[in-house]
């Protein structure tokens, strides 16, 4: 019998049922991740993201206020007839284009108790293969291809693999935290590849093992299961995944880390959404070259920092 590392991971897991309270009010009744960056759900450039580097089936782990994520996964059989009756091509090929993607299923999580026990609600969807875990709330640009490399890192190594990003001493403690093998790593297409050897959940800053951040991708070994099943609450009284990765290198299982060096856009805060909202538009053909104009007339009438807009 092959063994899981063998196997190559098909399935990725996106836990969605996070209450999106920095978003509030708009996320009362707009799950977040549903919310536009530009024109599309933030959901979708994750799924999209799951799909390019050949995960076609896709588990939701939802909550209570998220039906409308299952509506945007679905057909929507009255919005075509009406947009091909318009003769929309453009519009059309894009509400397609959600539908098309990968195939989505959903689970529910039913308490909202951690991302470990999320992670958890996939497990008889998983079975025995390694798997991808994407966090909504990270947006890696579709020209980087940090997922396609922790598959093939995983691939090599066995055991489990994460996204790993140096976000300064002074953020730290807003990320679990790794601690990693010393010495010289190498490099697989520009992102350096770590041997993990402790990690610790939002670490206080001066107690942090380094400044390299877990983001949020992950591929894990089905073995993580069994483990989260006994992990107790740990921060924030939730169960939490890096505690139960910690767990796996006890056990002296494989655990890698990928550290990225493309573009992430943070959408689960304020500022950063805005900022990935007129990134990605000022690149797109569409929208880019007004944008990029009105935003240098922008700035060139900008008050001072300090000073009060006229
Ligand atoms: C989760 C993880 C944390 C990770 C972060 C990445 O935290 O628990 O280890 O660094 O995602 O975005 P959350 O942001 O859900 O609090």
């Known amino acids: 019998m092959s063994s899981p590392a063998a196997r190559p991971a098909r399935k990725a897991v996106i836990p969605v049922a996070g209450m999106g309270t920095r978003f509030l009010p708009a996320t009362k009744a707009v799950p977040k991740e549903l919310l536009p960056v530009v024109d599309r759900p933030a959901l979708e450039y994750i799924v999209e993201e799951a799909a390019r580097a050949g995960l076609p089936e896709v588990l939701m782990v939802t909550g209570r206020n998220k039906a409308a ?46 991302l470990g026990h999320a992670v958890l609600q996939a497990s008889a969807f998983v079975g025995d293969e390694p798997f991808a875990v994407l966090l909504g709330d990270d947006l890696i640009d579709a020209r980087d291809h940090l997922l396609e490399h922790m598959l093939a890192v ?59 951040a877990i983001i949020g991708r992950y591929v894990l070994s089905p073995t993580v299961f069994d483990v989260l099943r006994d992990t107790p609450p740990g921060r924030g009284g939730e169960i939490q995944l890096t505690d139960a990765l910690a767990t796996l290198v006890e056990r002296g299982e494989p655990v890698h880390g990928v550290v990225f060096s ?43 920092e300090g000073a009060s807009p006229s």
């Open 69 to 114: 994520i299952e509506d945007f996964f679905d057909r929507t059989p009255e919005l075509e007839a009406a947009l091909e009756k318009k003769g929309d091509a453009d519009r059309l090929a894009a509400v397609h284009a959600s539908t098309e993607l990968a195939h989505v299923h959903f689970v529910r999580q039913g308490e909202a108790k951690g």
């Open 154 to 212: 995983q691939a090599e190594h066995g055991g489990s693999v994460i996204a790993l990003l140096d976000v300064g001493r002074e953020n730290i403690d807003k990320y679990g935290a790794v601690a990693i093998e010393p010495g010289d790593h190498p490099v697989v297409d520009g992102d350096e590849v770590v041997r993990v050897t402790g990690l610790v959940e939002k670490p206080p800053v001066d107690e942090a093992p380094s400044s390299l």
């Open 262 to 304: 493309g573009r992430r856009y943070d959408t689960g805060d304020r500022l950063d959404y805005l900022k990935a909202v007129i990134r990605l538009a000022s690149e797109r053909d569409d929208l880019g070259p007004p944008l990029r104009s009105w935003l240098h007339e922008f700035v060139a009438d900008l008050p001072a």
